[in-house]
């Protein structure tokens, strides 16, 4: 069966951020999903080579900056290219949530998570986030939604 299928499937952009120490990353993912209500809960979807996906193993938080449509700049900016070598943060302004992951204040909403779990599903890695902190930023705007015009 070919990927192509996916295409049926509807999802946001999302800037998915970590810290570890002094080290901050981020990284775009549209592979997230709500799993629970009680207790709320979501997941995202990250590939082992990811250099957030060792990150956020580590420090065991990560946190969901759902993007605006007149975003896509951001979610190349931060899925293109890796954490591993470049700050993809120089130049941007965040903020430090609850669990000290980045927050994009110009995002529409964020959602901010303590690991719960992790599972291994064929070639990605799902990792499930109690949410401890989350807000609507611009309740005005909207979340972006993914095209594949607008990354490829
Ligand atoms: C629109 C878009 C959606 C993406 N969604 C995911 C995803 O859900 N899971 C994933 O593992 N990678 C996804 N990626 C790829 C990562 O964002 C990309 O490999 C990134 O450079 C990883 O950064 P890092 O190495 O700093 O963690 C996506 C990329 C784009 C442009």
Redesign the pocket.
């Known amino acids: 069966m070919q990927s192509v299928v996916f295409d049926a499937l509807v ?1 946001g ?2 800037v ?1 951020t970590t810290r570890l120490g002094d080290k901050v ?8 999903s709500q799993v629970s209500l009680k207790p709320l809960l979501v997941m ?4 082992p ?5 060792d ?1 956020i193993k580590e420090s065991r938080v990560f946190a969901i900056n759902a993007l605006r449509p007149d975003q896509v700049d951001l ?2 900016r ?7 070598q470049l700050d ?1 943060f120089a130049g941007l302004d965040w903020l430090a949530a609850a669990t000290g992951a980045p927050i994009l204040p110009q995002a529409y909403a964020y959602l901010d998570c303590r690991l719960t779990d992790t599972f291994t599903a064929g070639d ?1 890695t799902l990792f499930i986030g109690e949410v401890v902190e989350a807000k609507i930023l611009h309740p005005q705007a909207a979340p972006l939604v ?1 095209q594949k015009s ?3």
């Open positions: 999802h952009v999302y998915v990353n981020g990284m775009t993912a549209s592979w997230v995202v979807s990250i590939a080579p990811r250099y957030s996906h990150l979610g190349k931060f899925g293109y290219k890796s954490g591993r993809k990605h993914f607008d990354f490829f």
